[in-house]
């Protein structure tokens, strides 16, 4: 069974810092390019960020250029977004999903709140 854990969520002010973590089981990780999902309240998902399979390609929405950082271990099977200068208008769940080759996702998480706030 295929499995996406994210973590790292959590209640921060504005300015501040937050790393979600993505862990993977049953897929061979390295296999699948890995995307950054979020929802906000009352929106539709919105494409964050994306990596492909040795983390040698990455790209952000424009939203998060400058200021989010996607990588990945996966000796660790590991996917994570280091969110850097929050805004109030990230606050999301936040959801990676794994892809192959680029495609859309086929496996999801089940998502990690992200809320920034004073």
């Known amino acids: 069974e295929v499995q996406l854990v994210e973590s790292g969520g959590g209640l921060v002010q504005p300015g501040g810092s937050l790393r979600l973590s993505c862990a993977a089981s049953?897929?061979?990780?390295?296999?699948?390019?890995i995307y950054w999902v979020r929802q906000a309240p009352g929106k539709g998902l919105e494409w964050v960020s994306a990596i492909n399979w040795d983390g040698s390609i990455t790209d952000y929405a424009e939203s998060v250029k400058g200021r989010f950082t996607i990588s990945r271990d996966n000796a660790k099977n590991t996917l994570y977004l280091q969110m850097n200068s929050l805004k109030s208008e990230d606050t999301a769940v936040y959801y990676c999903?794994?892809?192959?080759?680029?495609?859309?996702?086929?496996?999801w998480g089940q998502g990690t709140q992200v809320t920034v706030s004073s």
């Open positions: 049953g897929l061979t990780f390295d296999l699948y390019a």
């Open positions: 999903a794994a892809a192959p080759n680029y495609g859309p996702p086929g496996y």
